[in-house]
């Protein structure tokens, strides 16, 4: 049984997959408002009650970011809780993944991916010459979309584009682990890093 958390969205949530089959997908909170430290640990222990997380959880993974850096601190030390009491299989799911799996590596450098978390805390992810990821948290108007970027794929809301003639396509953090999760390398002792943004810089 596999344990999914997202929390860059802006209202987390859970997802449980066993025997191939999503069997439960919940928010832990239902409005942007409510904290998720109050409510993580109830709804976690709720899905434990019914499906018996005790017994049959073998893997967990997570969002690591970039996201509300609330939320994020939350769902890491959740997680990382659960990991090494339960000696459970970990896999940090990322922006690279997102950029694997719905471009199938086909262009990643013509795309980008705009991310909606709390507290309506936004970020744009690119990838560099070098095919690198860089973050950039929108906090002003400053930031200009380069020119190659032709397609932007979005969590949540579509990114402000008006001016410009560049394709949007939804995804689901959700969606693409259950659609990938056997192709990805989960393994026990990894340490959970979320990405922390700030001045457009990784903190760690």
Do not use: W
């Amino acid at each position: 049984m596999l344990l999914f958390l997202d929390v860059i969205s802006p209202l987390p949530e859970f997802l449980l997959i066993e025997d191939n089959k999503v069997i439960l997908q919940r928010k832990i909170i239902n409005k942007e408002s409510e904290k998720l430290s109050d409510n993580i640990f109830e709804i976690y222990m709720q899905i434990n009650n019914h499906y018996n997380l005790d017994q049959k959880l073998k893997k967990i993974s997570i969002t690591i970011g970039p996201g509300s850096y609330t939320s994020l601190r939350v769902g890491a030390s959740f997680v990382a809780g659960l990991t090494i009491s339960k000696k459970l299989l970990f896999y940090s799911f990322s922006i690279d993944d997102i950029f694997k799996f719905e471009l199938n590596n086909q262009n990643n450098n013509n795309a980008g991916i705009y991310i909606n978390s709390a507290n309506n805390q936004n970020f744009i992810c690119i990838l560099d010459n070098n095919n690198k990821i860089q973050y950039f948290k929108l906090e002003d108007d400053k930031f200009v979309l380069p020119e190659n970027i032709n397609t932007i794929l979005y969590n949540e809301k579509k990114l402000d584009l008006s001016d410009k003639n560049i394709e949007q396509f939804k995804f689901s953090f959700a969606e693409n682990l259950f659609q990938n999760y056997k192709r990805l390398d989960f393994s026990l002792n990894q340490i959970v890093k979320p990405i922390y943004i700030s001045n457009n810089k990784i903190l760690n």
